[in-house]
């Protein structure tokens, strides 16, 4: 259990490989989709300071930016609040309906199965990812891709590999920084990456 979930922080130091590239979409992000994914790093910036888990998120409705949030996992002590989930469920609030079929998310690392499936849920118009998750992503740079699992009744666009540079960078710094050894009076451990 323990290399398992070693996997995606070797991941993270190593570099994207073959996610930053290979796996990229042809289709070419927009200004817009950049000024949203830079939101959503911003977002992932404020999750480092709380020293969570550094994801950010974002969702516009194709006229404004309906939520900003990032990963409060620890803060709250919630396994469900996931960058994506927390924004997820604010726009829905913001716009009054569950169905995000007019919206973007946008997020610095790919959706994990929980917040994929939220996507599905939320009938999510599109989804621009950052960094791809080869461990637990769900939208095709891990072991499943929801946007193409048939008999599902939604299956949104994904374009992966938007500003995944910067994306990649803000976890390998958390996780590098995570591995400073502690002193003793902590234990010492060096076992980081058992939240992502
Ligand atoms: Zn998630």
Redesign the pocket.
Known sequence: MKELQKIPIDFYLRGPGKMSAETMDTETPSDGDIFCMELAIDAAELAFQEDEVP?GAVIFSGEKVLAIDH?RVRSRGDP?A????LVLRAAAAAIGDWRLSQCVLY?T?E??????G?CIMARIGRVVIGVGDPA?GCFGGGPHDFSQTKGFHHHPIVLRGVLSQRCLEILRRFFVAKRQPRPPCEGGRTDIGQEI
């Open positions: 994801v990963n469900t996931h960058g994506e989930m997020t690392k959706p994990c199965p929980m917040c994929a939220a637990m």
